[in-house]
């Protein structure tokens, strides 16, 4: 496996009149966010399923998540349609399974796991199709847990996978249609790392530690070579961590500093590292998702640890929730988790005393 170190490079790209040049040009692909939203319940199938958790959406509007039946002893992975119809991927009502839809392409391919809370302890990663139905992964030798994080419109999926004495540090891996699991392995010297996004260029980004135990910020090229974005990407926080990638190469996370301190943030090679903006009175911020036109959602936080969501535009201001959606709309402790193209978002919150799947629609 090749190895780049790239840190260097990267902390003097973000002083450079190409960096400047590439801010500009990004700048002008911003487009807004809308300043208003309306907010949709996405129902589950059965009446007992008291909890609804939304994870993905794409550009068609397909939204993936998945429930919790009454009893807390089973669920299922759930499909919506564009108009709010849900359709089950996997349904597993038992006392030990608890299947899940995490995330899916343009093409309405999902992927997902299922867990067992009931020995032997695990979580089996599935791809499903309309044509083909769902199929189990093979896994890495050892695995017996390998949760996706994210799949591409080349039906490649990452994620982190860990197990028994042979796998006993989690790593990242990439599933490839050919029915393949590769261990994307972890920088020199290294014992953990993590796959968290992967963009429709093959692109993977995530963490892995150094020699040291360091976590760092990495990106897997398309030939499986492993690159060292470093832990802060060249910026003066004390550290970063990936959470997203879209098809521009533009990374979110979070960069933290002294606790509650952080900062949500978007990366590129070519304009470097920035700050997303926090909202009034908060002290830190974590972005956990990014669209196509550079838009992100996540969530901050004050002093005392009050969290609220939130989104960014493209020119990194930001909206709280409360401030974009309907007055007296009655959902409380939103969280968001996807976001598409079209603005839309996804997330769960509380309506009418329990925890519900929702879509945001921007109003034009």
Known sequence: MRYFNTALVLSITLTTG????????EARNQQS?????????????????????????????????????SSFNGGSA???????TAQYILD????????????????????????????????????????????????????????????????????????DFNLPNPHAYLWTPQGQSLDLGTLPGGRTSNAVGINDRGHTVGTSDDSLGVMHNVLWTTQGAIQDLGTNFGSSHASCTTHAVNNRGQIAG????TSPQAAAFVWSASAGLRDLSLPAGDAG???????????????????????TAV???SDGSVQRVNDVLPPNSGWTEITFTGLNVSGQIVGYGTYGGATRAFVMVPVK
């Open 33 to 69: 966010l809308a300043h208003q939203y309306t907010i949709t319940e996405l129902a589950p199938i059965r009446a007992d399923d008291i909890k609804t958790y939304a994870y993905a959406i794409n550009s068609g509007n397909e939204v993936v998540g998945a429930t919790q039946d």
């Open 92 to 163: 597993e009502p038992d006392s030990c399974s608890f299947p899940f839809a995490s995330a899916l392409n343009d093409n309405g391919q999902v992927t997902g796991g299922v867990a067992l809370s009931c020995q032997p302890y695990s979580t089996s990663p599935y791809l499903w199709d309309r044509k083909l139905g769902v199929k189990f992964f093979k896994q890495l030798p050892g695995a017996n847990a390998a949760p996706p994080s994210a799949i591409n419109a080349s039906l490649r999926v990452v994620g982190q996978a860990w197990g």
């Open 254 to 257: 979070i960069c933290s500093d």
């Open 18 to 25: 190409a960096s400047m040049m590439a801010q500009r040009a």
């Open 285 to 307: 911020a974590t972005a956990v998702a990014i669209n196509n036109l550079g838009q992100a959602i996540g969530k901050a936080w004050d002093s005392s640890f009050n969290v």
């Open 311 to 313: 989104l960014w535009d």
């Open 78 to 84: 759930l499909l919506w349609d564009a108009q709010g």
